[in-house]
């Protein structure tokens, strides 16, 4: 079957084809549709729809938000706990309210959706049950049916098994840690625990830890005022503890029994184990192609910036294309990636060392350096004016 190619752009406005419907995807989408592209995503699901928990945004992301005119929806469904509590073996060792950075916690689906409804108010061309096979660095995009897209400037949004990548035969490294988690979204049985433990503030970001006799960690997370995300987090080579699709609620109620109410939730939905993991890139970036998101920095969830490094870096690459002309995309993204990549590069070292050392059980972690990248504002045009000089 010979190969046909659409291609796009060639009007006024430029054209971008993004591999991805996620959160980079999406928010890559959005700021290329407000700076007058024309855009097209794939999304190789059949639905429009973001399987997942719960997600926590910090200023970086919130900023971009609110760049987009989000923010009040976004408040609408999601919460700010008062403080993020960080326990081990049920002993209170910080509790942290997080001075000076904006952080709030939600669903993913929530967040999903926000984000897919503002792109197609801006124009954003979502087509579903469209698997990207293959990228080539002229700006082209192969697909599952054997068609060909191409534009001024692809987007590599395709997550951590990215096809955009690996067609690029772009070389990556790939640390694995000996934990992983299993995530879910259950109803917040807030009076059920009050019962359980009336002393507690429930609405908290809790950070369970459990070092002995086995490591069984249980993030607790209010999402809103009717869903909580709770993470368990357990060593790979722990067969009971890592086991999926049904957690084993006795092994999990002997560690953490003020949980009780919830864990009987969560082994009622079937759940995924995901084992940490780093992948670092030898390059973010070929000719007119850019990666952003799990396809070029997958992180631990440590710093819970997976998500929060996946927009910036959405956001910045479609403020840098759009600010380059056509011809000089290539070289924008090669500089782009100069400027941007090191923030991410920092979050995934520190976030990789607190999941090997399994560090932040000691509690105090949103401190120093390590709230750079929370901090950081991608939407500041004035942000890099040192780095740029250089």
């Not at 709770?230 to 699709?245: C, K, Q």
């Not at 009622?268 to 952003?292: H, P, S």
Request: glycine share 8%; proline share 5%.
């Amino acid at each position: 079957m010979e190969h046909q190619t659409e291609v796009r752009g060639q009007g006024s406005a430029r054209h971008a084809e993004i591999a991805g419907a996620g959160f980079a995807g999406l928010t890559a989408a959005i700021a290329l549709a407000r700076r007058g592209w024309s855009v097209r995503v794939h999304e190789k699901g059949l639905e429009l729809r973001e399987q997942g928990a719960g997600i926590v945004l910090w200023n970086n992301t919130l900023r971009i938000l609110d760049a987009f005119g989000l923010t009040e929806e976004i408040e609408r469904g999601s919460m700010r706990p008062p403080f993020y509590e960080t326990r081990m073996q049920n002993r209170i060792v910080s509790d942290e309210d997080v001075p000076g950075i904006p952080w709030r916690t939600m669903t993913r689906p929530f967040l999903h959706s926000v984000l897919s409804s503002a792109a197609i108010r801006e124009g954003v061309e979502i087509v579903t049950g469209s698997e990207v096979v293959e990228a080539r660095d002229a700006g082209t995009l192969r697909l599952a049916n054997g068609s060909e897209v191409s534009g001024d400037l692809v987007i590599g949004a395709d997550g951590v098994g990215s096809a955009v990548r690996d067609s690029l035969d772009i070389r990556y490294e790939r640390h694995q840690a000996r934990d992983g988690i299993t995530r879910f979204l259950v109803p917040r049985c807030k009076e059920e625990l009050q019962a359980i433990e009336p002393d507690t503030e429930w609405d908290n970001v809790i950070d369970f830890w459990n070092l002995e006799p086995r490591v069984l960690r249980v993030l607790y997370t209010p999402a809103n005022d009717r869903e909580l995300y709770i993470a368990l987090m357990a060593p790979a080579d722990d067969a009971e503890g890592s086991a999926v699709p049904t957690i084993n609620l006795d092994v999990w109620t002997s560690i953490h029994p003020q949980l009780t109410p919830v864990l009987k939730k969560a082994a009622g939905i079937e759940g995924k184990y995901f084992r940490y993991q780093t992948n670092r890139l030898e390059q973010w970036t070929r000719g007119r192609v850019a990666l952003v998101g799990d396809a070029a920095h997958a992180m631990a969830p440590a710093l819970a910036q997976g998500g929060g490094c996946a927009m910036m870096n959405a956001y910045t690459v479609a403020e840098a294309a759009s600010a380059a002309s056509t011809g000089d995309i290539p070289d924008a993204l090669v500089e782009w990636e100069r400027i941007e990549r090191p923030y991410t590069d920092r979050c995934q070292t520190r976030s990789q060392r607190y999941a090997d050392t399994r560090g932040m059980s000691k509690g105090g972690q949103f401190v120093g350096e390590n709230n750079e990248t929370a901090l950081y504002d991608p939407t500041d045009p004035r942000r890099h004016d040192d780095v740029v000089a250089r």
